[in-house]
């Protein structure tokens, strides 16, 4: 069953479009790579599809709900990292983590493993004003998993980390995957990202340029 379905999905942004007819399906617990140039329509796929806009035609579903429609059953399933980390800078790293697991109704049990699980275990207790991009980075992949989401969307997880922070991103999609959870996630990483996606899409323009393996897919 697929867990993401677009047909013909398009938005745009005054007179550019910046997606176009872009379909395709996604399989539960599959791992999607999208890839492009910048303004290609990576980030605004994503975004559409979370909710987080509304497209300007074509339709789209996600677990089977429409994102238009039903766009509150959307958001109870989708786990979004985009380039804003939306944590509260005057929290601590755990209390950031707390807010979330209350907000979900969620046990607190397990947010030091967590934190430990990102390499943030020290930094527990210090304000995410503090942080660094690539602390915040990693504190955003923490929120993701503790929210268990059935679908993952990851705008440039790689972005703002170092080699070890790249080995990171690469180990949690594969434990979201392990999960069951069905990964989406945009970034310019191509050699990292065809070593944990199942299969790609290449965007130029908005427009759907080539779909495939992601083992398979141009340089």
């Known amino acids: 069953m697929a867990d993401i379905e677009a047909q013909n999905l398009a938005h745009r942004y005054g007179r550019?479009?910046?997606?176009?007819?872009?379909?395709?399906?996604?399989t539960g617990g599959a791992v999607l790579m999208v890839a492009g140039r910048?303004?290609?329509?990576?980030s605004t796929l994503l975004r559409t599809l979370a909710t987080a806009i509304r497209p300007d035609g074509g339709s789209?579903?996600?677990?089977?709900?429409?994102?238009?429609?039903?766009r509150e059953d959307v958001r109870k399933l989708v786990a979004l990292l985009s380039h804003a980390s939306y944590l509260y800078d005057s929290l601590t790293a755990r209390e950031n983590l707390a807010v979330v697991a209350d907000h979900?109704?969620?046990?607190?049990?397990?947010?030091?493993a967590l934190l430990d699980r990102v390499a943030l275990g020290r930094r527990a207790d210090d304000p995410v004003a503090t942080f660094s991009?690539?602390?915040r980075k990693r504190l955003s992949f923490a929120r993701v998993?503790?929210?268990e989401p059935r679908v993952a969307m990851l705008d440039e997880p790689y972005g703002q980390l170092d080699p070890e922070g790249f080995v990171l991103v690469d180990d949690v999609v594969r434990e979201l995957?392990?999960?069951?959870?069905?990964?989406?996630?945009?970034?310019?990483?191509?050699e990292r990202a065809r070593t944990v996606a199942d299969e790609a899409l290449l965007l130029d323009a908005g427009r759907v340029?080539?779909?495939?393996?992601a083992s398979e897919v141009p340089s």
């Open 209 to 213: 340029t080539w779909r495939g393996k």
């Open 16 to 26: 550019r479009w910046a997606l176009a007819d872009v379909s395709f399906s996604l």
């Open 38 to 42: 910048n303004g290609s329509g990576k």
């Open 177 to 190: 995957k392990t999960r069951g959870t069905t990964v989406i996630f945009a970034t310019h990483q191509l």
């Open 60 to 70: 789209a579903t996600v677990g089977g709900f429409d994102i238009v429609r039903e």
């Open 145 to 147: 998993l503790l929210q």
């Open 104 to 112: 979900l109704g969620r046990s607190r049990r397990d947010i030091d």
């Open 133 to 135: 991009a690539g602390m």
